[in-house]
């Protein structure tokens, strides 16, 4: 399973960090993907996070899903980029998981893949979502799973292990990281 997750500057990292490290944990294979010109992003609350990739150096029909973190300034970036947009409309198109929290689900209703789907996200952006939109922690419709935000993002990260490499490695996971799933 290889998955990858585009990083903007002004991501939240808490949601960046905590999904990459849980799913490496699960073996997963993840590639941080600097969607701007440099390989260093600087976080919302300005922590720099080093990229394992610049994203137009990947080939992106080698990946089974896309999981977008949020934040303010980085959605944003993700919203305005088209090779985001496109990604994540071929993605869904395909099957493949296309994952989102935070603020970050309005970039997949800006994809259109939303439609006569439910999502969750960060409480304030939920206008965006239209009817889509639910109050829950994570929802997952099919191949799109959403989360609301920074304190989510542990749960969304073992939900999405859950449906990546199955139920058994995201119990052993959250065992070994003291928590419940």
């Not at 399973?1 to 939240?12: F, K, Q, S, T, W």
């Not at 997963?28 to 990229?51: C, Q």
């Not at 006569?116 to 409480?123: M, V």
Request: proline share 4%; hydrophobic share 45%; aromatic share 4%.
């Amino acid at each position: 399973m290889r998955v990858l997750i585009p990083l903007a500057d002004g991501v939240e990292e808490v949601e960046a960090v905590t999904i990459a490290d849980v799913l490496r944990r699960g073996k997963v294979e993840v590639t941080l993907a600097s969607v701007g010109e440099n390989i260093e992003v600087e976080t919302s609350h300005g922590i720099v996070l080093k990229a394992d990739a610049p994203w137009n150096g990947l080939d992106l029909h080698t990946f089974d899903a896309i999981v977008l973190p949020g934040g303010g300034q980085g959605t944003q970036t993700l919203m305005e980029d088209a090779r985001v947009i496109d990604t994540v409309k071929g993605y869904e198109k395909a099957g493949k998981f296309v994952c989102a929290i935070c603020a970050a689900p309005m970039v997949l209703a800006r994809a259109g893949v939303l439609q006569n789907r439910k999502a969750t996200c960060y409480p304030t952006c939920a206008e965006t979502l239209g009817k889509s939109y639910q109050d829950a922690t994570v929802i997952v419709d099919n191949n799109i799973i959403t989360s609301q935000g920074p304190g989510t993002a542990l749960p969304f990260a073992l939900v999405l292990l859950h449906h990546f490499v199955g139920e058994r490695i995201a119990r052993q996971v959250a065992s070994g990281m003291l928590t419940t799933y």
